[in-house]
């Protein structure tokens, strides 16, 4: 979300922290993983109005992509995806990250974004849908 590491580690130090703080309220509802993505969403919401902008300009997808070793293609591949996922907006960089990245299930993320599960599964599927347009595009520009 903060699009560095030095914020991301900010970010999850202050989350831990309103945690511990919190413990107390922690009603035991929801999955202790799914209240504590809410409490680090919240921190960094935060911290972005703060600053007044998003900065999730730059993720690191390479862990989520493996590739043989000097594997040309797929290198190529791997980048453009990079590219493409920068370009989407935040908040459907912020669902594919929770569902594919952080592996959350559609009942947690909807518990995290405090939704309805129906509306993770539809906000999930536009932004997959968002996701191969940009990849489309990015790789008929590098075809330029």
Not at 92 to 117: G, N, S, Y
């Amino acid at each position: 979300m903060f699009g560095n590491a030095t914020d991301a580690e900010e970010a999850t130090q202050q989350t831990f922290f309103q945690a511990y703080l919190n413990w107390d309220q922690f009603e035991g509802r929801a999955h202790v993983k799914t209240w504590l993505f809410r409490i680090a969403l919240n921190v960094c919401h935060k911290q972005l109005r703060l600053r007044g902008r998003f900065q999730g300009a730059t993720i690191d997808l390479e862990h989520t992509m493996v590739a043989p070793a000097h594997d040309h293609q797929a290198d190529e591949t791997r980048e453009a995806m990079k590219h493409a996922f920068q370009r989407l907006e935040p908040k459907h960089r912020l669902i594919l990250t929770l569902f594919c990245i952080d592996e959350l299930q559609h009942r947690e993320i909807a518990e995290i974004l405090k939704v309805p599960e129906g509306t993770t599964w539809s906000r999930l599927h536009t932004a997959k849908t968002k996701l191969t347009e940009k990849l489309k595009a990015v790789q008929q520009e590098g075809n330029q």
